[in-house]
Every structure is written in structure tokens, then in C-alpha cells.
């Protein structure tokens, strides 16, 4: 009788040992469940958010993908003023520190806005774009820098009239002293 207590007790322990664990593990995968839902970013925070100290793109192509992502943002999508400043912050983090040298932070950011009034007064919105392939970069040297040269077109939509315009622009990005391309200039190429 006794060695059956001791079977019924180690029986009561299991199941509550089971117990205690099944609930640590539900409130572990509910708060991690909780976490993901509350991080549900917007377009612009999803941008925003890439860290390009730790995580700056390493190809020519990646870099004018991630500043076409940025431009998506300044001309599709809604934000705030502090948002639009962080937006131009990060944007110029992929800018040549000549580029940025050519206007002061004011002037870059009236030009900016400007930009930005024009094409939504205009109600013209990035459908989408598309970089040129790895193979289509063109590397080369220039004043003892590493260079390269490639495409983008940018398809731009006008909702109310249907419109789609397709927009070519030519991209020419230097290697700086890290390694890390960066944008010099672009310009848009007439057919």
C-alpha cells in the first residue's frame, strides 16, 4: 500500500510539473506572439528601420534598390514631418559626401519637399521600379576610385487619368575608404 501512495504521489508530481511547463511555454510563445503583432510596422517604418551602420548594402545594386524603397516612400506613402526628416537622413546615408557637400541640410530639404508637392500635386505615385541586373553594372575607375554606372526605371502611375510613364535614370556610384558604395549622382535619360 505504501509503495502505491508513492506511485500515485510521483504520478500527482508529473502531471503538475507538466502543468507548470505548458503554461511557462504558452506565456513564452504568447509574449513573443504579442511582440510581432505590436512591431506590425508601416511602410515607412519598415524602411526606416534598417540599420546602415551595421547593415549597409554591400552592391551598387542594392543600394540604388534601397533608395528606390525610400523614394517609394517619399512619393506612395503617408508620414509624418519627423518621418520625412528621418527619410531624408537615410537617404542621404547612401549619398557620396560630395553630393551631399553641393546643398545645405535646409536647402536639401526645400528641394526635397518641393519635389515631394509637385509629384502628389500632380497625383503621380511610384507603381514600381526596377534596378538594372548585377550583370548590367558597368565598374570602373575614375580619379583612383572604384565606380560604377547603372539603370533604374521607375514606372510612375496617375491613378485618376490611368496614366503609366516610364521613367529611365542613370545611377553613378562610388566606392568610399569603408568599402560602401555611394551615390554620386544620377540623372534621368531621355529616350
Known amino acids: 500500500m505504501k509503495r502505491s501512495g508513492s506511485v500515485k504521489i510521483l504520478i500527482i508530481v508529473i502531471i503538475l510539473a507538466a502543468i507548470v511547463l505548458g503554461y511557462f511555454y504558452y506565456l513564452g510563445h504568447r509574449d513573443r506572439k504579442q511582440a510581432e503583432e505590436a512591431v506590425a510596422a508601416t511602410v515607412v517604418q519598415s524602411v526606416l528601420m534598417r540599420d546602415l551602420e551595421h547593415n549597409y548594402p554591400p552592391t551598387p545594386k542594392e543600394v540604388v534598390k534601397y533608395y528606390s524603397e525610400i523614394t517609394e516612400c517619399f512619393y506612395n506613402e503617408e508620414y509624418s514631418d519627423e518621418e520625412l526628416t528621418q527619410l531624408a537622413t537615410k537617404i542621404q546615408l547612401l549619398y557620396d559626401a560630395e553630393l551631399v557637400a553641393n546643398k545645405s541640410q535646409d536647402q536639401y530639404m526645400q528641394d526635397l519637399k518641393n519635389e515631394i508637392v509637385d509629384m502628389k500635386k500632380n497625383k503621380y505615385t511610384i507603381a514600381s521600379y526596377e534596378v538594372s541586373s548585377s550583370t548590367d553594372v558597368e565598374y570602373f575607375t575614375q580619379d583612383e576610385y ?43 535619360v531621355e529616350d
Open 146 to 188: 572604384s565606380c560604377a554606372r547603372l539603370y533604374c526605371t521607375y514606372y510612375l502611375r496617375q491613378p485618376s487619368s490611368g496614366t503609366r510613364v516610364a521613367s529611365l535614370e542613370r545611377f553613378v556610384l562610388r566606392q568610399d575608404q569603408d568599402g560602401h558604395w555611394k551615390i554620386l549622382g544620377w540623372e534621368l
